[in-house]
């Protein structure tokens, strides 16, 4: 049982990890501290995906589940919707090109936001 409440956990956490490389830059348009630690996250994010390479949190869920007895998919919130979220059944090598093309733009377009809003600032002080 707590096997399985680790593997669910580690499902959260990477969904949340996920949603930072994703969209964590929106929070350093407001806290410039947190680009710190998304910009290394995002690059991560992105060369996963551009190198077809598995996170480290997925075979720390499936040692949970498979301690926890091979417990199928069933019945369970995180497994029943979260999970496809981040295991979808149909990924493919052109899809991850173009998850990590698509954590690269978002990035770049907040990251360029924060950038020009960081110029105009400066150019207002003078």
Same mark, same amino acid.
């Given at each position: 049982?707590l096997?399985? @409440? ?6 959260l ?8 490389v994703?969209?964590?830059? @929106?929070?350093?348009?407001r806290?410039r501290?947190?680009?710190? @630690? ?19 949190l997925? $075979? ?17 919130f ?5 999970? $496809?979220l ?18 690269? @733009? ?18 207002g002080?003078?």
């Amino acid at each position: 049982m707590l096997d399985l @409440l680790l593997a669910d956990l580690v499902v959260l956490i990477h969904i949340g990890f996920v949603l930072f490389v994703v969209l964590g830059g @929106l929070l350093a348009l407001r806290w410039r501290w947190v680009s710190v @630690l998304q910009l290394p996250a995002a690059l991560w994010g992105a060369m996963v995906e551009f190198g077809g390479l598995i996170c480290p949190l997925t $075979p720390l869920e499936n040692q949970f589940r498979m301690a926890a007895g091979g417990a199928a998919y069933t019945g369970d919130f995180v497994v029943e919707y979260l999970v $496809p979220l981040l295991y979808p059944s149909a990924l493919t090598r052109e899809l991850q090109f173009w998850l990590g093309g698509g954590v690269c @733009l978002i990035n770049l377009i907040i990251y360029l936001t924060i950038w020009l809003r960081s110029r105009n600032t400066r150019r207002g002080q003078r």
